[in-house]
Protein backbone atom coordinates (compact mmCIF):
# COMPACT_ATOMS: atom_id res chain seq x y z
CA UNK A 1 0.00 0.00 0.00
CA UNK A 2 0.95 3.53 -1.02
CA UNK A 3 0.76 6.53 1.72
CA UNK A 4 -0.12 10.05 0.73
CA UNK A 5 -0.52 13.22 2.65
CA UNK A 6 -3.65 15.75 1.95
CA UNK A 7 -3.23 18.94 3.27
CA UNK A 8 -4.09 22.82 2.80
CA UNK A 9 -4.26 25.79 4.57
CA UNK A 10 -7.00 26.27 6.89
CA UNK A 11 -8.01 29.10 8.93
CA UNK A 12 -10.34 28.92 11.73
CA UNK A 13 -9.39 32.18 13.34
CA UNK A 14 -9.35 35.74 12.60
CA UNK A 15 -5.35 36.07 14.41
CA UNK A 16 -4.22 33.20 12.38
CA UNK A 17 -1.53 34.88 9.71
CA UNK A 18 -1.92 33.29 6.62
CA UNK A 19 1.99 33.80 5.71
CA UNK A 20 2.13 31.30 8.81
CA UNK A 21 -0.22 28.95 7.26
CA UNK A 22 1.12 28.47 4.42
CA UNK A 23 4.70 27.50 6.21
CA UNK A 24 2.87 25.04 7.92
CA UNK A 25 2.22 23.28 4.42
CA UNK A 26 5.12 23.68 3.61
CA UNK A 27 6.06 22.04 6.71
CA UNK A 28 4.16 19.17 6.62
CA UNK A 29 4.93 18.66 2.63
CA UNK A 30 8.74 18.56 3.70
CA UNK A 31 7.85 15.70 6.46
CA UNK A 32 5.81 13.71 3.63
CA UNK A 33 8.56 14.09 1.51
CA UNK A 34 11.52 13.27 4.09
CA UNK A 35 9.27 10.16 5.13
CA UNK A 36 8.86 8.48 2.16
CA UNK A 37 5.01 8.99 1.28
CA UNK A 38 4.14 9.16 -2.21
CA UNK A 39 2.39 12.44 -3.13
CA UNK A 40 0.56 15.08 -1.50
CA UNK A 41 -3.00 16.26 -1.99
CA UNK A 42 -4.62 19.41 -2.14
CA UNK A 43 -7.35 20.82 -3.25
CA UNK A 44 -9.23 23.73 -5.07
CA UNK A 45 -11.92 26.17 -2.80
CA UNK A 46 -13.26 29.65 -2.94
CA UNK A 47 -14.19 32.55 -0.39
CA UNK A 48 -14.06 29.42 2.09
CA UNK A 49 -10.23 30.04 4.74
CA UNK A 50 -11.85 26.45 6.02
CA UNK A 51 -9.92 25.49 3.37
CA UNK A 52 -7.53 28.17 1.41
CA UNK A 53 -6.96 26.40 -2.31
CA UNK A 54 -7.94 28.84 -4.97
CA UNK A 55 -5.49 26.99 -7.29
CA UNK A 56 -4.24 24.22 -6.24
CA UNK A 57 -1.61 24.37 -9.14
CA UNK A 58 -0.17 27.11 -7.49
CA UNK A 59 0.03 25.51 -4.10
CA UNK A 60 1.73 22.68 -5.64
CA UNK A 61 4.62 24.51 -7.68
CA UNK A 62 4.93 26.18 -4.84
CA UNK A 63 5.43 22.84 -2.83
CA UNK A 64 7.86 21.37 -5.54
CA UNK A 65 10.14 23.88 -4.87
CA UNK A 66 10.62 22.55 -1.33
CA UNK A 67 10.40 18.48 -1.91
CA UNK A 68 12.55 16.43 -3.54
CA UNK A 69 10.32 13.21 -4.50
CA UNK A 70 7.05 13.62 -3.60
CA UNK A 71 4.18 13.37 -6.38
CA UNK A 72 2.11 16.71 -6.32
CA UNK A 73 -1.99 15.54 -6.71
CA UNK A 74 -4.53 17.83 -7.02
CA UNK A 75 -6.98 16.37 -4.77
CA UNK A 76 -9.32 17.46 -6.71
CA UNK A 77 -9.79 20.64 -8.92
CA UNK A 78 -13.72 21.55 -9.40
CA UNK A 79 -14.08 20.58 -13.40
CA UNK A 80 -17.01 23.07 -14.10
CA UNK A 81 -15.38 25.86 -12.83
CA UNK A 82 -12.61 25.13 -15.67
CA UNK A 83 -12.79 25.19 -19.24
CA UNK A 84 -10.88 21.96 -20.41
CA UNK A 85 -8.93 23.55 -22.76
CA UNK A 86 -7.90 25.87 -19.59
CA UNK A 87 -7.67 22.66 -17.71
CA UNK A 88 -5.58 20.74 -19.63
CA UNK A 89 -2.96 23.78 -20.29
CA UNK A 90 -2.61 24.53 -16.74
CA UNK A 91 -2.22 21.12 -15.44
CA UNK A 92 0.56 20.74 -18.48
CA UNK A 93 2.49 23.73 -17.35
CA UNK A 94 2.39 22.49 -13.66
CA UNK A 95 4.05 19.55 -15.00
CA UNK A 96 6.43 20.98 -17.46
CA UNK A 97 7.43 23.29 -13.84
CA UNK A 98 7.91 20.74 -11.84
CA UNK A 99 9.15 17.91 -14.13
CA UNK A 100 7.13 15.62 -14.44
CA UNK A 101 5.27 15.24 -11.00
CA UNK A 102 1.63 16.56 -11.20
CA UNK A 103 -1.41 14.06 -10.30
CA UNK A 104 -4.57 15.44 -11.67
CA UNK A 105 -7.58 14.22 -9.03
CA UNK A 106 -10.95 15.72 -10.72
CA UNK A 107 -14.69 15.92 -9.31
CA UNK A 108 -17.69 17.63 -9.43
CA UNK A 109 -17.43 20.01 -6.44
CA UNK A 110 -19.89 19.66 -3.40
CA UNK A 111 -20.27 23.10 -1.49
CA UNK A 112 -23.39 25.17 -3.22
CA UNK A 113 -21.78 28.33 -1.56
CA UNK A 114 -19.01 27.96 -4.11
CA UNK A 115 -21.54 27.15 -7.12
CA UNK A 116 -23.80 30.00 -6.04
CA UNK A 117 -20.78 32.38 -6.42
CA UNK A 118 -18.68 30.95 -9.47
CA UNK A 119 -21.63 29.56 -11.66
CA UNK A 120 -25.06 30.81 -9.89
CA UNK A 121 -27.98 28.55 -10.73
CA UNK A 122 -25.46 25.39 -11.34
CA UNK A 123 -26.27 21.90 -9.19
CA UNK A 124 -24.56 19.10 -8.75
CA UNK A 125 -26.14 17.46 -11.23
CA UNK A 126 -25.33 19.54 -14.10
CA UNK A 127 -22.12 19.72 -12.11
CA UNK A 128 -21.35 16.61 -12.31
CA UNK A 129 -22.57 16.11 -16.25
CA UNK A 130 -19.71 19.09 -17.20
CA UNK A 131 -16.88 16.72 -15.18
CA UNK A 132 -18.40 14.39 -17.12
CA UNK A 133 -18.00 15.99 -20.31
CA UNK A 134 -14.76 17.64 -19.61
CA UNK A 135 -12.51 14.93 -18.18
CA UNK A 136 -11.66 12.39 -21.01
CA UNK A 137 -10.85 15.74 -23.29
CA UNK A 138 -8.14 16.31 -21.63
CA UNK A 139 -5.46 13.27 -22.84
CA UNK A 140 -7.13 14.43 -26.37
CA UNK A 141 -6.11 17.76 -25.81
CA UNK A 142 -2.55 16.87 -24.42
CA UNK A 143 -1.90 14.34 -27.71
CA UNK A 144 -2.76 17.16 -29.54
CA UNK A 145 -5.45 18.71 -32.72
CA UNK A 146 -8.74 18.14 -30.59
CA UNK A 147 -11.46 19.24 -31.71
CA UNK A 148 -14.97 18.78 -29.74
CA UNK A 149 -18.69 19.63 -30.29
CA UNK A 150 -20.69 18.58 -26.82
CA UNK A 151 -23.43 19.74 -24.77
CA UNK A 152 -21.29 21.89 -22.56
CA UNK A 153 -18.29 22.76 -24.98
CA UNK A 154 -17.06 23.14 -28.09
CA UNK A 155 -14.37 24.37 -29.29
CA UNK A 156 -12.06 23.49 -32.95
CA UNK A 157 -8.85 21.65 -33.09
CA UNK A 158 -6.72 22.49 -30.32
CA UNK A 159 -3.39 21.54 -28.83
CA UNK A 160 -2.14 22.24 -25.15
CA UNK A 161 0.14 24.36 -25.28
CA UNK A 162 2.57 23.61 -23.11
CA UNK A 163 1.95 20.00 -23.43
CA UNK A 164 2.94 17.58 -20.37
CA UNK A 165 6.60 16.30 -19.71
CA UNK A 166 4.79 12.81 -18.61
CA UNK A 167 4.21 10.81 -22.18
CA UNK A 168 0.52 10.64 -21.69
CA UNK A 169 -0.01 13.42 -19.44
CA UNK A 170 -1.07 13.31 -15.70
CA UNK A 171 -2.24 10.68 -14.16
CA UNK A 172 -6.14 11.36 -13.75
CA UNK A 173 -8.47 10.26 -10.71
CA UNK A 174 -11.99 10.64 -10.17
CA UNK A 175 -13.32 11.74 -7.03
CA UNK A 176 -16.21 8.76 -6.86
CA UNK A 177 -19.33 7.72 -4.35
CA UNK A 178 -22.10 6.52 -6.73
CA UNK A 179 -21.69 3.28 -8.73
CA UNK A 180 -22.12 5.68 -11.62
CA UNK A 181 -19.33 7.90 -10.64
CA UNK A 182 -17.36 4.25 -10.29
CA UNK A 183 -18.34 3.15 -13.93
CA UNK A 184 -17.73 6.24 -15.26
CA UNK A 185 -13.98 6.77 -13.99
CA UNK A 186 -13.31 3.23 -14.22
CA UNK A 187 -14.44 2.80 -17.79
CA UNK A 188 -12.54 5.85 -18.77
CA UNK A 189 -9.01 4.35 -17.39
CA UNK A 190 -9.12 6.91 -14.56
CA UNK A 191 -8.00 6.27 -10.89
CA UNK A 192 -10.38 6.62 -8.49
CA UNK A 193 -10.22 8.77 -5.00
CA UNK A 194 -13.03 8.01 -2.63
CA UNK A 195 -13.87 9.36 0.72
CA UNK A 196 -16.06 7.88 3.45
CA UNK A 197 -16.33 11.16 5.22
CA UNK A 198 -17.07 10.68 8.81
CA UNK A 199 -19.37 7.37 7.79
CA UNK A 200 -17.21 4.53 8.95
CA UNK A 201 -16.37 0.84 8.07
CA UNK A 202 -19.52 0.26 6.19
CA UNK A 203 -19.13 3.24 4.28
CA UNK A 204 -15.26 2.20 3.03
CA UNK A 205 -16.33 -1.39 2.14
CA UNK A 206 -19.21 0.14 -0.10
CA UNK A 207 -17.00 2.42 -1.95
CA UNK A 208 -14.60 -0.73 -2.70
CA UNK A 209 -17.66 -3.06 -3.67
CA UNK A 210 -18.61 0.02 -6.25
CA UNK A 211 -15.21 0.00 -7.39
CA UNK A 212 -14.91 -3.79 -7.78
CA UNK A 213 -18.17 -3.72 -9.90
CA UNK A 214 -17.00 -1.22 -12.07
CA UNK A 215 -13.98 -2.91 -12.50
CA UNK A 216 -15.72 -6.25 -13.38
CA UNK A 217 -17.19 -4.88 -16.44
CA UNK A 218 -14.37 -2.99 -17.60
CA UNK A 219 -11.99 -4.67 -20.13
CA UNK A 220 -9.25 -2.73 -19.78
CA UNK A 221 -6.44 -2.60 -16.86
CA UNK A 222 -7.34 -2.17 -13.29
CA UNK A 223 -6.83 1.46 -11.89
CA UNK A 224 -6.11 2.13 -8.58
CA UNK A 225 -8.49 3.46 -5.67
CA UNK A 226 -7.19 5.25 -2.96
CA UNK A 227 -8.94 6.12 0.44
CA UNK A 228 -8.28 9.12 1.88
CA UNK A 229 -9.69 9.05 5.78
CA UNK A 230 -9.51 11.86 8.39
CA UNK A 231 -6.46 10.25 10.52
CA UNK A 232 -4.70 11.11 13.71
CA UNK A 233 -1.76 8.72 15.45
CA UNK A 234 -2.05 9.57 19.46
CA UNK A 235 1.00 9.43 21.63
CA UNK A 236 -1.75 7.76 23.98
CA UNK A 237 -5.61 7.29 24.67
CA UNK A 238 -6.08 11.03 26.39
CA UNK A 239 -3.94 12.83 23.22
CA UNK A 240 -6.59 10.32 20.57
CA UNK A 241 -9.29 11.70 22.97
CA UNK A 242 -8.28 14.98 22.65
CA UNK A 243 -7.84 14.21 18.91
CA UNK A 244 -11.62 13.02 18.23
CA UNK A 245 -13.17 15.90 20.14
CA UNK A 246 -11.33 18.39 17.64
CA UNK A 247 -12.20 16.36 14.88
CA UNK A 248 -15.57 16.48 16.31
CA UNK A 249 -15.77 20.43 15.78
CA UNK A 250 -14.30 20.14 12.46
CA UNK A 251 -16.44 18.03 11.14
CA UNK A 252 -19.58 20.05 12.86
CA UNK A 253 -18.37 22.98 10.77
CA UNK A 254 -17.77 21.04 7.51
CA UNK A 255 -21.67 20.27 7.88
CA UNK A 256 -22.47 23.98 8.51
CA UNK A 257 -20.49 25.25 5.88
CA UNK A 258 -22.09 22.41 2.86
CA UNK A 259 -25.49 23.50 4.32
CA UNK A 260 -24.56 26.90 3.66
CA UNK A 261 -27.33 28.44 5.64
CA UNK A 262 -24.80 30.17 8.34
CA UNK A 263 -23.03 33.74 7.92
CA UNK A 264 -19.77 34.25 6.38
CA UNK A 265 -17.77 37.42 6.79
CA UNK A 266 -14.50 37.46 5.93
CA UNK A 267 -14.02 34.24 4.61
CA UNK A 268 -14.96 32.46 8.29
CA UNK A 269 -18.06 31.27 8.88
CA UNK A 270 -20.14 32.49 12.16
CA UNK A 271 -18.71 30.54 14.99
CA UNK A 272 -20.53 27.81 15.87
CA UNK A 273 -21.90 27.29 19.91
CA UNK A 274 -20.33 25.17 22.66
CA UNK A 275 -24.51 24.08 22.32
CA UNK A 276 -24.94 23.78 18.77
CA UNK A 277 -21.50 21.57 18.36
CA UNK A 278 -22.78 19.37 21.50
CA UNK A 279 -26.03 19.17 19.69
CA UNK A 280 -24.81 17.35 17.08
CA UNK A 281 -24.38 13.84 17.69
CA UNK A 282 -23.93 12.35 14.61
CA UNK A 283 -20.51 14.02 14.72
CA UNK A 284 -19.93 13.33 18.28
CA UNK A 285 -16.25 12.50 19.51
CA UNK A 286 -17.86 8.78 20.21
CA UNK A 287 -18.74 8.90 16.62
CA UNK A 288 -15.08 10.35 15.43
CA UNK A 289 -13.30 7.46 17.54
CA UNK A 290 -15.60 4.48 16.00
CA UNK A 291 -15.22 5.76 12.19
CA UNK A 292 -12.16 7.72 11.76
CA UNK A 293 -8.61 6.12 11.34
CA UNK A 294 -7.74 7.70 14.75
CA UNK A 295 -5.77 5.88 17.66
CA UNK A 296 -2.68 5.22 19.10
CA UNK A 297 -0.22 3.25 17.00
CA UNK A 298 -1.11 -0.05 16.81
CA UNK A 299 -4.85 0.65 16.48
CA UNK A 300 -4.29 3.07 13.80
CA UNK A 301 -1.74 -0.04 12.11
CA UNK A 302 -4.64 -2.40 12.76
CA UNK A 303 -7.49 0.06 10.78
CA UNK A 304 -5.19 0.39 7.67
CA UNK A 305 -4.53 -3.22 7.55
CA UNK A 306 -8.16 -3.82 7.13
CA UNK A 307 -8.27 -1.13 4.07
CA UNK A 308 -5.39 -3.20 2.73
CA UNK A 309 -7.42 -6.19 2.81
CA UNK A 310 -10.40 -4.81 0.91
CA UNK A 311 -7.94 -4.11 -1.78
CA UNK A 312 -7.05 -0.30 -1.27
CA UNK A 313 -3.99 1.00 -3.18
CA UNK A 314 -3.32 3.90 -1.31
CA UNK A 315 -3.84 5.56 1.83
CA UNK A 316 -4.59 9.04 2.11
CA UNK A 317 -3.81 10.87 5.47
CA UNK A 318 -6.36 13.43 5.67
CA UNK A 319 -4.34 16.14 8.04
CA UNK A 320 -7.20 19.00 8.18
CA UNK A 321 -8.62 19.04 11.90
CA UNK A 322 -8.23 22.76 13.17
CA UNK A 323 -5.79 21.22 15.48
CA UNK A 324 -2.60 23.24 15.88
CA UNK A 325 -0.13 22.61 13.70
CA UNK A 326 2.25 21.33 16.73
CA UNK A 327 -0.69 18.62 16.98
CA UNK A 328 -0.83 17.83 13.44
CA UNK A 329 2.99 17.44 13.04
CA UNK A 330 3.44 15.36 15.98
CA UNK A 331 0.68 13.01 14.90
CA UNK A 332 2.40 12.47 11.57
CA UNK A 333 6.14 11.98 12.49
CA UNK A 334 4.26 8.81 14.54
CA UNK A 335 2.40 8.29 11.33
CA UNK A 336 5.66 8.22 8.82
CA UNK A 337 7.67 6.90 12.46
CA UNK A 338 5.93 4.21 13.84
CA UNK A 339 2.88 3.16 11.51
CA UNK A 340 4.21 3.20 7.87
CA UNK A 341 7.12 0.97 8.46
CA UNK A 342 4.59 -2.05 9.27
CA UNK A 343 3.30 -1.78 5.58
CA UNK A 344 6.67 -1.79 3.75
Same mark, same amino acid.
Given at each position: ?????F?H????????EQ?????D?????????D???????T????????T?????? $??????S????? $??????T???????????????????????????L????????????R???????????????????????????D?AHE?????????T?????????G???????????S????????????????W????????L????????????G?R????L??????????D???Q???????F???????FQ?K?????????????E???????M?????????T???T????D????????????????I??????????A??AR?????M????
Amino acid at each position: MDFSLFAHMERIRPDQEQRTLREDLITLAKMADDGGMRAIWTGEHHGMDFTIAPNPF $LSLVDLSYHTKN $LRLGTGTVIAPFWHPIKLAGEAASADLITNGRIELGIARGAYSYEYERLMPGMDAWDAGQRMRESAPLLRQLWAGDCAHEGTYYQFPATTSAPKPVQPEGPPIWIAARDANSHAFGVDNGFNIQVTPLWQGMAEIESLMDKFNQACAAYNGPRPKIMLLHHTYVGADSDDVAQAARELSEFYCYFGAWFQNKRPVSQGLIKNLSEEEIAANTMMSPENMLRDLTIGTTQEVIDQIKRYEDLGYDEFAFWIDSGMSSERKRASLARFIDDVMPAFT
